[in-house]
T-cell receptor, first 113, second 113 residues
Framework: GAGVSQSPSNKVTEKGKDVELRCDPI?????LYWYRQSLGQGLEFLIY????????KSGLPSDRFSAERTGGSVSTLTIQRTQQEDSAVYLC???????????FGDGTRLSIL | GDSVTQMEGPVTLSEEAFLTINCTYT??????LFWYVQYPGEGLQLLLK?????DKGSNKGFEATYRKETTSFHLEKGSVQVSDSAVYFC????????????FGGGTRVLVKP
C-alpha cells in the first residue's frame, strides 16, 4: 500500500537559495508532522498540522522556515535563504488521528554547499 | 520540557546475545512511549509502543514495559540476529501537546555473526 511519500529524496543547493520539500501523507490521515534529523541535534520536531486547526509551529528553528498544508493533504516545507546549518534529513510523518502512531516517509536529504 | 535519554552506542553484540537498551524520560503530562527503529538505508519504523503504566509493548521478539515509577521504557530482546542491526530511538508523545514525538538520541546496535 502507499506510504508517506517525500520528494525530492536528495537536494543539493547553494547557501542563500530557497528550497521546497514536499510530503504526500497516507490517504485519509488527518495529522501531518515534520521533523529534522541532523548529526548535531538528533531528531527534532518542527511543525504539525491537524485537520483544519492552526498548525503548531513551535519547533521551527527560525522565521526562514515555513510550511503549509493544502486541502488537508499535501504539505510543503519551505526554507528561505538556506544556511549550512540547515543541512539535514527532513522527515515527514502522518497519522490517522493524533491518537494513532505516526508513519514516516524516507525523508529528504538536504545538503547546503 | 519533555525529554528522553537513552544509552549511547554503538552497542556491539554477537548473534543470539541478549540486548538491552536503556531509556528514561521526563514529561510534563502522561506520555505514551515508543521505540522506533531505523535499519540501514531505510526510514523510521514503529517497533512497539505502550500507552499507560505497566503496559508491555512487543514486536519481532522485542519487548519494553512502561514503568511509571522509574520513568523508564527499556528495550529488550532475548536473542538478537544480524538483521537486528539498526539504530533504535526511544520516544514519547503527550496527547495534550498534539502527540508530536520527542526522541532520544538513538542507539546504534551492531550484531556480528
Amino acid at each position: 500500500g502507499a506510504g508517506v511519500s517525500q520528494s525530492p529524496s536528495n537536494k543539493v543547493t547553494e547557501k542563500g537559495k530557497d528550497v521546497e520539500l514536499r510530503c504526500d501523507p497516507i490517504s485519509g490521515h488527518t495529522a501531518l508532522y515534520w521533523y529534522r534529523q541532523s548529526l548535531g541535534q538528533g531528531l527534532e520536531f518542527l511543525i504539525y498540522f491537524q485537520g483544519n486547526s492552526a498548525p503548531d509551529k513551535s519547533g521551527l528553528p527560525s522565521d526562514r522556515f515555513s510550511a503549509e498544508r493544502t486541502g488537508g493533504s499535501v504539505s510543503t516545507l519551505t526554507i528561505q535563504r538556506t544556511q549550512q546549518e540547515d543541512s539535514a534529513v527532513y522527515l515527514c510523518a502522518s497519522s490517522l488521528t493524533i491518537d494513532q502512531p505516526q508513519h514516516f516517509g524516507d525523508g529528504t536529504r538536504l545538503s547546503i554547499l | 520540557g519533555d525529554s528522553v535519554t537513552q544509552m549511547e552506542g554503538p552497542v556491539t553484540l554477537s548473534e543470539e546475545a541478549f540486548l538491552t537498551i536503556n531509556c528514561t524520560y521526563t514529561a510534563t503530562g502522561y506520555p505514551s512511549l515508543f521505540w522506533y527503529v531505523q535499519y540501514p538505508g531505510e526510514g523510521l519504523q514503529l517497533l512497539l509502543k505502550a500507552t499507560k503504566a505497566d503496559d508491555k509493548g512487543s514486536n519481532k521478539g522485542f519487548e519494553a514495559t512502561y514503568r511509571k515509577e522509574t520513568t523508564s521504557f527499556h528495550l529488550e530482546k532475548g536473542s538478537v540476529q544480524v538483521s537486528d542491526s539498526a539504530v533504535y530511538f526511544c520516544a514519547l508523545t503527550i496527547k495534550a501537546a498534539g502527540n508530536k514525538l520527542t526522541f532520544g538520541g538513538g542507539t546504534r546496535v551492531l550484531v556480528k555473526p
